[in-house]
């Protein structure tokens, strides 16, 4: 190589290197801005709180569940399951990961933001007929039996960051 084009390269590297930098400044900046967007979006999307209005007790031998002193009547476990998840991720955007992460199975997710992380390998028919939206671009899967259900739901209030049996009281079955 002559001196002449070693000294090119040598321009042509210190060139590049000043547009790697600039890139990452950049990127640094858009990802800062992609996060504000984000947050922005959130807020303006967040469903309004729950009102509380007077407590309302649980019927003798009613299924449902009692949240913050307010009682919700179901009709069966699905009901109550997916019930408690719609207000805990409506009232609690800021812990829906949190509680995503607290419904993981060993190898199955329970909770996802698409249908389809929850069936992976599955038709689209069964994903359809095996979850349900639970709010804010959440879904949860619906094909899981009692004791998963139960065990699920009490993860997700403490995700939360509530208390079973006070803050949430569930009447699974009628007594």
Request: charged fraction near 25%.
């Amino acid at each position: 190589m002559t001196a002449p084009n070693l000294n090119q390269m040598l321009e042509e590297l210190d060139h590049r290197q000043q547009i790697i930098s600039s890139l990452a400044i950049l990127a640094n900046e858009e990802r800062e801005r992609c996060d504000a967007i984000v947050k922005i979006l959130d807020d303006a999307t967040r469903p309004p709180p729950v009102v509380n209005h007077a407590p309302i007790r649980s019927p003798i031998g009613a299924c449902g569940f009692e949240y913050r002193g307010r009682f919700c009547r179901c009709y069966s476990r699905i009901g109550i399951y997916l019930g408690v998840l719609r207000l805990l991720m409506a009232d609690f955007p800021d812990k829906r990961m949190g509680i995503a992460i607290a419904l993981r199975g060993r190898d199955r997710l329970y909770l996802a933001q698409n249908k389809n992380e929850l069936f992976r390998g599955k038709s689209q028919q069964w994903v359809e007929q095996n979850s349900e939206a639970v709010g804010a671009g959440w879904y949860a899967d619906t094909n899981t039996n009692s004791l998963t259900k139960m065990a699920k739901i009490r993860g997700a209030i403490v995700a939360a960051g509530l208390t079973p049996g006070e803050d949430v009281k569930i009447t699974w079955r009628n007594t």
